[in-house]
């Protein structure tokens, strides 16, 4: 059974110093209305209905919130139990199905401030922290987005999402010490420092405005050897020379052709131009480098981890829709988080079987209503041809001789008493 949605909402007391503020399961089928907001901000946003989606291992467990119309934008959000994670761990963590072979369109969801308003949510709304899979052709990647003074910045690290029709559970873990994880299906991704791989802070140092390379630097390596010369002859010897296995063709008219010349080809004898020897520069002092100092505009940040938060919302673009997201989770409580990822991938493995059996059902389907439009198309031809049949005798009914012309009979007549005539001599 799923944890009762109503109460994950409000937020559940996991242990003393770990919560759930929000676990939403979306098991109480219509009940998602009460909680969730539609956004007004354009009319012609996609709707969405809860549903296990097209195959499912278990109906009750794997409904989720589904998109429902192509070339839509969904903006929908739920208040999340007031929470900051300052001081604790942080663990946004959802399952993703795609059972429609998605080409182009987002999978992620979005953990926003009090400054939400979910009536006019939408693209550019500010958000804290953006998570979770993004779809176009063959590009599929994790986006990890964490917004820091009014900027979004997004994980320099490449994260692939898998692209396929089943379930996966995507895990973004944030520490106080300012460290992350991403997970996919409970295999880590990418994990590291915060300040190492986001572009929060300006760098450290930076390149000394006055310093300058000196006129005067030598950054030559190597050098000519200034007792190396040219060999004697070097240019004497040419690049081409006559080929000397050259006929003079039999139809060759020098009058007409002019004098013939053997064609050129490359003089294996010849080295090109003459360069000196390289020897090593005794002068040489390296690469300059361009001495750093301090970034004045540098400043440590320790609390860059550390939000506000207040809703979670979904805020998509969608070519084909059919994305189901469910167990939408977060909590500070990583071991509860893991516990209900294996519930998850547990009940993911019979996906499979789940697919074929749908496939299977789907193909004998169209086999019956193949056979059905076969055998009714059988029939019609039948009838038709019934029906020409039965056109065809009423036809030879009605069909009229057309009389014969009067000089005609005259002459069959006389003819008939000829022979009447004839028969009684």
Request: aromatic share 8%.
């Amino acid at each position: 059974m799923k944890i009762p949605t109503l109460a994950a909402v409000l937020g559940l007391t996991a242990l003393a110093s770990a919560e759930i503020f929000l676990h939403e399961t979306f098991s109480d089928n219509e009940g998602w209305k009460d909680r969730w907001t539609v956004s007004t901000h354009r009319e012609d946003l996609g709707k969405l209905e809860v549903t296990p989606g097209q195959w499912f291992a278990d109906k009750e467990k794997n409904a989720g919130l589904r998109t429902t119309e192509d070339y839509r934008f969904y903006s929908v959000s739920t208040p999340i139990k007031p929470f900051e994670n300052k001081g604790k761990d942080l663990v946004i963590q959802f399952d993703v199905k795609n059972d429609q072979d998605i080409d182009c369109g987002g999978s992620y969801v979005k953990l926003l401030s009090d400054k939400l308003d979910p009536n006019n949510f939408h693209g550019d709304s500010e958000y804290n922290i953006m998570f979770g899979p993004d779809f176009c052709g063959s590009k599929a990647m994790v986006h990890a987005i964490l917004n820091y003074n009014g900027e979004n910045h997004n994980l320099k690290k490449t994260v692939s999402a898998p692209k396929d029709l089943y379930t996966h559970t995507y895990t973004l873990v944030i520490k106080p010490d300012q460290t992350y994880q991403v997970l996919v299906d409970g295999e880590e991704k990418a994990a590291g420092e915060l300040v190492e791989d986001w572009d929060f802070l300006p760098p450290k140092t930076i390149k000394d405005p006055d310093a300058k390379k000196p006129e005067d630097w030598v950054d030559e390596a190597e050098i000519d050897d200034p007792e190396d010369s040219k060999p004697k002859g070097w240019d004497d010897i040419p690049e081409f020379i006559a080929d000397s296995d050259a006929v003079k063709p039999e139809d060759w008219d020098d009058d007409m052709d002019g004098d013939w010349e053997a064609p050129s080809i490359p003089n294996p004898e010849y080295q090109g131009p003459w360069k000196a020897k390289r020897i090593p520069n005794p002068e040489y002092q390296g690469p300059w480098v361009h001495p750093e100092i301090d970034n004045p505009e540098y400043k440590v940040d320790n609390e860059i981890y550390a939000y506000s938060f207040n809703h979670l919302g979904l805020d998509l673009w969608q070519v084909k829709s059919g994305t189901t997201f469910d167990n939408l989770l977060v909590t500070d409580d990583i071991k509860e988080a893991e516990k209900i990822r294996e519930e998850s991938l547990e009940l993911s493995k019979q996906e499979t079987d789940a697919k074929k059996a749908h496939d299977d059902e789907k193909a004998e389907k169209t086999k019956e209503e193949r056979e059905f439009v076969d055998e009714s198309e059988g029939e019609a031809k039948v009838e038709e041809e019934e029906e020409e049949l039965v056109i065809d005798l009423d036809a030879e009914e009605d069909v009229v001789v057309p009389e014969k012309k009067t000089e005609e009979v005259k002459e069959e007549k006389k003819e008939e008493a000829k022979r009447h005539v004839k028969d009684e001599l």
